[in-house]
Protein backbone atom coordinates (compact mmCIF):
# COMPACT_ATOMS: atom_id res chain seq x y z
CA UNK A 1 0.00 0.00 0.00
CA UNK A 2 0.82 4.02 -0.20
CA UNK A 3 2.65 4.76 2.84
CA UNK A 4 1.81 8.08 4.23
CA UNK A 5 5.31 10.94 5.24
CA UNK A 6 4.87 12.67 8.51
CA UNK A 7 6.59 15.99 8.95
CA UNK A 8 10.05 15.97 10.40
CA UNK A 9 9.71 17.08 13.95
CA UNK A 10 11.72 20.59 14.15
CA UNK A 11 13.75 22.17 16.77
CA UNK A 12 15.16 25.79 16.86
CA UNK A 13 18.04 26.88 19.00
CA UNK A 14 19.85 30.42 19.47
CA UNK A 15 23.36 30.34 18.23
CA UNK A 16 25.91 29.13 21.29
CA UNK A 17 23.22 27.18 23.09
CA UNK A 18 22.89 23.56 23.22
CA UNK A 19 21.00 21.41 21.22
CA UNK A 20 19.39 17.57 21.93
CA UNK A 21 17.77 15.73 19.36
CA UNK A 22 16.17 12.71 20.98
CA UNK A 23 15.19 9.26 19.09
CA UNK A 24 13.39 6.40 19.72
CA UNK A 25 14.19 3.19 18.40
CA UNK A 26 11.93 -0.15 17.61
CA UNK A 27 14.12 -3.19 17.98
CA UNK A 28 15.94 -4.35 21.28
CA UNK A 29 18.20 -6.60 19.53
CA UNK A 30 19.63 -3.32 17.56
CA UNK A 31 23.39 -3.08 18.60
CA UNK A 32 24.70 0.10 16.75
CA UNK A 33 23.74 3.34 16.64
CA UNK A 34 24.36 6.10 14.30
CA UNK A 35 23.49 9.67 14.42
CA UNK A 36 23.95 11.40 10.47
CA UNK A 37 23.67 15.00 9.61
CA UNK A 38 21.72 15.71 6.24
CA UNK A 39 22.13 19.40 4.78
CA UNK A 40 19.56 20.00 1.76
CA UNK A 41 20.42 18.80 -1.30
CA UNK A 42 22.94 16.19 0.04
CA UNK A 43 23.40 13.15 1.44
CA UNK A 44 23.23 11.84 5.35
CA UNK A 45 26.92 12.20 6.15
CA UNK A 46 28.23 10.32 9.38
CA UNK A 47 28.22 12.19 12.99
CA UNK A 48 28.89 10.04 15.93
CA UNK A 49 28.02 6.08 16.28
CA UNK A 50 27.80 3.86 19.48
CA UNK A 51 27.23 0.40 20.07
CA UNK A 52 24.91 -1.24 22.30
CA UNK A 53 27.63 -2.32 25.08
CA UNK A 54 28.18 1.69 25.61
CA UNK A 55 26.00 3.86 26.84
CA UNK A 56 27.38 7.57 26.16
CA UNK A 57 30.29 8.56 23.76
CA UNK A 58 31.56 11.99 22.95
CA UNK A 59 33.04 13.47 19.74
CA UNK A 60 34.22 16.79 18.72
CA UNK A 61 30.78 18.92 19.83
CA UNK A 62 28.91 16.46 20.29
CA UNK A 63 27.62 13.23 22.51
CA UNK A 64 25.55 10.56 22.17
CA UNK A 65 23.94 8.80 24.95
CA UNK A 66 21.81 5.47 25.03
CA UNK A 67 19.39 4.34 27.21
CA UNK A 68 18.75 0.62 26.54
CA UNK A 69 15.99 0.02 28.78
CA UNK A 70 13.24 2.95 26.97
CA UNK A 71 15.08 2.31 24.20
CA UNK A 72 16.15 5.95 23.49
CA UNK A 73 18.80 7.72 22.45
CA UNK A 74 19.74 11.34 21.98
CA UNK A 75 22.25 13.80 20.38
CA UNK A 76 23.75 16.93 22.47
CA UNK A 77 25.03 19.14 20.16
CA UNK A 78 27.57 21.70 22.23
CA UNK A 79 27.47 25.51 21.41
CA UNK A 80 25.76 25.03 18.46
CA UNK A 81 26.83 27.33 15.55
CA UNK A 82 25.09 27.94 11.86
CA UNK A 83 26.77 24.96 10.04
CA UNK A 84 24.87 22.53 12.10
CA UNK A 85 21.45 23.13 10.66
CA UNK A 86 20.29 20.05 8.98
CA UNK A 87 17.77 17.51 9.24
CA UNK A 88 19.63 14.97 12.01
CA UNK A 89 18.64 11.35 11.63
CA UNK A 90 19.17 8.24 14.04
CA UNK A 91 19.76 4.88 12.72
CA UNK A 92 19.89 1.79 14.15
CA UNK A 93 21.56 -1.80 12.96
CA UNK A 94 19.51 -4.52 13.15
CA UNK A 95 20.83 -7.97 12.45
CA UNK A 96 19.19 -11.00 12.28
CA UNK A 97 19.53 -14.19 9.76
CA UNK A 98 22.77 -13.20 9.15
CA UNK A 99 21.36 -10.48 7.49
CA UNK A 100 22.65 -6.41 8.77
CA UNK A 101 20.90 -3.41 8.23
CA UNK A 102 20.49 0.19 9.21
CA UNK A 103 16.91 1.41 9.32
CA UNK A 104 16.39 4.99 9.90
CA UNK A 105 14.03 6.93 11.92
CA UNK A 106 12.01 9.97 11.70
CA UNK A 107 14.36 12.86 11.59
CA UNK A 108 14.43 16.07 13.35
CA UNK A 109 14.95 19.48 11.65
CA UNK A 110 17.62 21.93 13.58
CA UNK A 111 17.31 25.34 13.15
CA UNK A 112 19.92 27.70 13.91
CA UNK A 113 19.12 31.04 14.91
CA UNK A 114 21.39 33.74 14.89
CA UNK B 1 34.96 14.18 -0.37
CA UNK B 2 32.61 10.47 -0.35
CA UNK B 3 34.31 8.00 -2.38
CA UNK B 4 30.56 6.73 -3.59
CA UNK B 5 29.19 8.60 -6.96
CA UNK B 6 25.74 8.91 -7.98
CA UNK B 7 24.92 10.26 -11.44
CA UNK B 8 22.84 11.93 -12.50
CA UNK B 9 22.17 14.72 -9.51
CA UNK B 10 19.14 15.61 -10.99
CA UNK B 11 16.94 14.20 -14.07
CA UNK B 12 13.54 15.67 -15.67
CA UNK B 13 11.97 12.95 -17.37
CA UNK B 14 8.49 11.69 -19.02
CA UNK B 15 6.26 9.19 -18.18
CA UNK B 16 6.87 5.57 -19.44
CA UNK B 17 10.73 6.06 -20.04
CA UNK B 18 13.38 3.62 -19.03
CA UNK B 19 15.93 4.91 -16.67
CA UNK B 20 18.72 4.00 -14.81
CA UNK B 21 20.77 5.68 -11.96
CA UNK B 22 24.29 5.33 -11.50
CA UNK B 23 26.32 4.27 -8.27
CA UNK B 24 29.80 3.41 -7.93
CA UNK B 25 32.06 3.64 -4.82
CA UNK B 26 35.94 2.90 -4.62
CA UNK B 27 36.23 1.76 -1.65
CA UNK B 28 35.79 -2.15 -2.01
CA UNK B 29 33.05 -2.40 -0.22
CA UNK B 30 30.74 -5.39 0.18
CA UNK B 31 27.40 -3.97 1.07
CA UNK B 32 25.46 -1.48 -0.98
CA UNK B 33 22.58 -0.13 -0.76
CA UNK B 34 19.28 2.34 -2.64
CA UNK B 35 17.39 4.20 -0.02
CA UNK B 36 14.26 6.28 -1.48
CA UNK B 37 13.42 9.71 0.35
CA UNK B 38 11.12 12.12 -0.28
CA UNK B 39 12.18 15.62 0.21
CA UNK B 40 12.20 16.54 4.08
CA UNK B 41 11.20 13.19 4.82
CA UNK B 42 12.73 9.94 6.79
CA UNK B 43 14.82 7.16 4.56
CA UNK B 44 13.55 3.87 2.92
CA UNK B 45 14.97 1.54 2.03
CA UNK B 46 14.34 -0.09 -1.39
CA UNK B 47 17.33 -2.50 -2.48
CA UNK B 48 20.23 -4.10 -0.88
CA UNK B 49 23.12 -6.09 -1.90
CA UNK B 50 25.93 -8.18 0.53
CA UNK B 51 28.53 -8.16 -2.79
CA UNK B 52 28.08 -9.60 -6.17
CA UNK B 53 25.42 -11.47 -7.87
CA UNK B 54 23.45 -10.32 -4.54
CA UNK B 55 20.42 -8.55 -4.34
CA UNK B 56 17.91 -8.40 -2.51
CA UNK B 57 14.42 -6.16 -1.80
CA UNK B 58 14.46 -3.93 1.29
CA UNK B 59 11.41 -3.07 3.70
CA UNK B 60 9.42 -0.33 1.18
CA UNK B 61 8.51 -2.04 -2.05
CA UNK B 62 9.49 -0.64 -5.21
CA UNK B 63 8.94 -0.86 -8.51
CA UNK B 64 12.55 -0.31 -9.73
CA UNK B 65 15.14 -3.14 -10.01
CA UNK B 66 19.01 -3.33 -9.31
CA UNK B 67 21.98 -5.51 -10.49
CA UNK B 68 25.08 -6.03 -8.96
CA UNK B 69 27.50 -7.23 -11.48
CA UNK B 70 30.49 -5.56 -10.44
CA UNK B 71 31.65 -4.87 -6.80
CA UNK B 72 31.87 -1.15 -7.43
CA UNK B 73 28.86 -0.87 -9.50
CA UNK B 74 25.40 -1.21 -8.38
CA UNK B 75 23.01 0.39 -10.95
CA UNK B 76 19.46 1.30 -9.90
CA UNK B 77 16.61 0.60 -13.16
CA UNK B 78 13.10 2.12 -13.69
CA UNK B 79 11.29 0.21 -16.45
CA UNK B 80 8.76 2.98 -17.31
CA UNK B 81 9.31 5.78 -14.89
CA UNK B 82 5.35 7.09 -13.56
CA UNK B 83 4.81 10.33 -11.69
CA UNK B 84 4.68 8.72 -8.31
CA UNK B 85 8.41 7.41 -8.89
CA UNK B 86 9.58 11.17 -8.30
CA UNK B 87 11.72 11.32 -5.37
CA UNK B 88 15.34 11.61 -4.20
CA UNK B 89 17.36 8.24 -4.48
CA UNK B 90 20.04 7.80 -1.90
CA UNK B 91 22.72 5.16 -2.65
CA UNK B 92 25.09 4.25 0.15
CA UNK B 93 27.57 1.60 0.99
CA UNK B 94 29.24 -0.13 3.99
CA UNK B 95 32.11 -2.87 5.05
CA UNK B 96 30.78 -6.57 5.11
CA UNK B 97 30.87 -7.74 8.63
CA UNK B 98 31.50 -4.49 10.62
CA UNK B 99 29.23 -1.38 10.42
CA UNK B 100 32.21 0.18 11.05
CA UNK B 101 31.44 4.06 10.53
CA UNK B 102 27.96 2.99 9.86
CA UNK B 103 27.30 3.75 5.72
CA UNK B 104 28.82 6.49 3.19
CA UNK B 105 26.15 7.60 1.02
CA UNK B 106 26.34 9.15 -2.12
CA UNK B 107 25.26 12.87 -3.32
CA UNK B 108 21.58 11.57 -4.53
CA UNK B 109 19.59 11.57 -7.53
CA UNK B 110 17.39 13.94 -7.27
CA UNK B 111 14.31 12.03 -9.70
CA UNK B 112 11.38 13.96 -11.26
CA UNK B 113 8.73 12.71 -13.69
CA UNK B 114 6.39 14.56 -15.65
Known amino acids: GESVGLHLPTLSVQEGDNSIINCAYS??????FIWYKQESGKGPQFIID?????DKRQGQRVTVLLNKTVKHLSLQIAATQPGDSAVYFC?????????????FGQGTRLTINP | EADIYQTPRYLVIGTGKKITLECSQT?????MYWYQQDPGMELHLIHY???????EKGDLSSESTVSRIRTEHFPLTLESARPSHTSQYLC?????????????FGSGTRLTVV
Open chain 1, 91 to 103: AENIAGGGAQKLV
Open chain 2, 92 to 104: ASSELRDPGYGYT
Open chain 1, 50 to 54: IRSNM
Open chain 2, 49 to 55: SYGVNST
Open chain 1, 27 to 32: NSASDY
Open chain 2, 27 to 31: MGHDK
